[in-house]
T-cell receptor
Framework: DGGITQSPKYLFRKEGQNVTLSCEQNLNHDAMYWYRQDPGQGLRLIYYSQIVNDFQKGDIAEGYSVSREKKESFPLTVTSAQKNPTAFYLC??????????????FGPGTRLTVL | GENVEQHPSTLSVQEGDSAVIKCTYSDSASNYFPWYKQELGKRPQLIIDIRSNVGEKKDQRIAVTLNKTAKHFSLHITETQPEDSAVYFCAASMGTQGGSEKLVFGKGTKLTVNP
């Protein structure tokens, strides 16, 4: 299970609190992604970053924020503005050039529950 | 933007039978189509992928076909085994402003292989 890691595995939050989910990769990948997974909804893109110090909103960015200060790290903050944050969060990474171009490698996920 | 439709949402087969999952996509510029397998509570794992310059790819019991004209692609699993039971996701690549590509996922198919 090396390569891309996420922590914690389980996270509980009280309403109104911000929480930060960690994602680290040692694959030397340029691009990193955050997805949210709900039952029956598949994987929906929250944010992605193709290069350090740059990131783009995905389809459901409202209530989330990210940073990309290092190539290896792409933390996701779930803010109190996210109305329904309980979900399974997956981080992924991929190379930008060369083989296997476009293939995304996923971390083990963090299950966030709002109490 | 890209839209990926996946069918069926659930599929139940007897051990040894074949299983077929179909996806359609909307962006004719998509050129990369991966399939992921996700077991309960685990990360998605790439099982096979295909790029737009080929029409079919096979890896042991798993095959993927691509029809670019009709904009659909399918996953075929032969001689199914109970360990094939999982949720399967298709995805299609989509261009971004930065020039690289992101993935748009279908909503998943829950496959159950009955012994």
């Amino acid at each position: 299970d090396g390569g891309i890691t996420q922590s914690p595995k389980y996270l509980f939050r009280k309403e109104g609190q911000n929480v930060t989910l960690s994602c680290e990769q040692n694959l030397n990948h340029d691009a990193m992604y955050w997805y949210r997974q709900d039952p029956g909804q598949g994987l929906r893109l929250i944010y992605y970053s193709q290069i350090v110090n740059d990131f783009q909103k995905g389809d459901i960015a409202e209530g989330y924020s990210v940073s990309r200060e290092k190539k290896e790290s792409f933390p996701l903050t779930v803010t109190s503005a996210q109305k329904n944050p309980t979900a399974f969060y997956l981080c992924a990474s991929s190379i930008e050039e060369g083989y296997p171009y476009n293939e995304q490698f996923f971390g083990p996920g963090t299950r966030l529950t709002v109490l | 933007g890209e839209n990926v439709e996946q069918h069926p949402s659930t599929l139940s087969v007897q051990e040894g039978d074949s299983a077929v999952i179909k996806c359609t996509y909307s962006d004719s510029a998509s050129n990369y189509f991966p399939w992921y397998k996700q077991e309960l509570g685990k990360r998605p794992q790439l099982i096979i992928d295909i790029r737009s310059n080929v029409g079919e790819k096979k890896d042991q019991r798993i095959a993927v076909t691509l029809n670019k004209t009709a904009k659909h692609f399918s996953l075929h699993i032969t001689e199914t085994q109970p360990e094939d039971s999982a949720v399967y996701f298709c995805a299609a690549s989509m261009g971004t402003q930065g020039g690289s590509e992101k993935l748009v996922f279908g909503k998943g198919t829950k496959l159950t292989v009955n012994p």
